[in-house]
């Protein structure tokens, strides 16, 4: 029998909120290494977009009340999801098919965890989900340009 990954929602808001600031640092030296204008522009705005989010996460994080936060969460998937985030940010390869990957990869984190903390917290799952049209339009925003 295989046993299932269980999170608390406090923990599963620690990795998203760590997983935001190393996508910020993966676009930050992604942009020093291209030398297009547009698109060095392009992946700062990402990567300060993904600090912003980083700071709406913590902020949502330190207002939940405690009893959320004990609230076990299963059936995320998320050490895989987390794993395929890592080797793309871990390559550091700045190919705008990894990027779209990437974003793709954030997109479909986001919408799973929000759909699996709505009865937990309406507010967190609306921020996530937020957070998960983001990924999508940044990823539309990469696709434009290759």
């Known amino acids: 029998?295989?046993?299932?990954?269980?999170?608390?929602?406090?923990?599963?808001?620690?990795?998203?909120?760590?997983?935001?600031?190393?996508?910020?640092?993966?676009?930050?030296?992604?942009?020093?290494?291209?030398e297009d204008v547009k698109l060095k522009d392009l992946f700062l705005s990402f990567s300060k977009k993904a600090l912003q989010q980083k700071d709406s996460l913590t902020e949502t994080r330190r207002r939940t009340v405690t009893e959320m936060t004990l609230e076990t969460i299963t059936g995320l998937k998320l050490s895989e999801k987390l794993t395929k985030i890592d080797s793309v940010i871990e390559s550091e390869e700045a190919e705008l098919s990894k990027l779209v990957e990437?974003?793709?990869?954030?997109?479909?984190?986001?919408?799973?965890?929000?759909?699996?903390?709505?009865?937990?917290?309406?507010?967190?799952?609306?921020?996530?989900?937020?957070?998960?049209?983001?990924?999508?339009k940044r990823k539309r925003n990469i696709e434009k340009v290759k």
């Open 1 to 34: 029998m295989t046993s299932e990954e269980e999170y608390t929602f406090s923990e599963l808001m620690g990795i998203l909120t760590n997983t935001e600031e190393r996508v910020s640092k993966f676009y930050e030296k992604a942009a020093q290494k291209i």
């Open 102 to 136: 990437l974003e793709d990869l954030l997109s479909e984190l986001y919408k799973t965890v929000s759909k699996k903390v709505a009865h937990i917290s309406a507010d967190v799952s609306f921020l996530l989900d937020n957070l998960s049209r983001e990924h999508r």
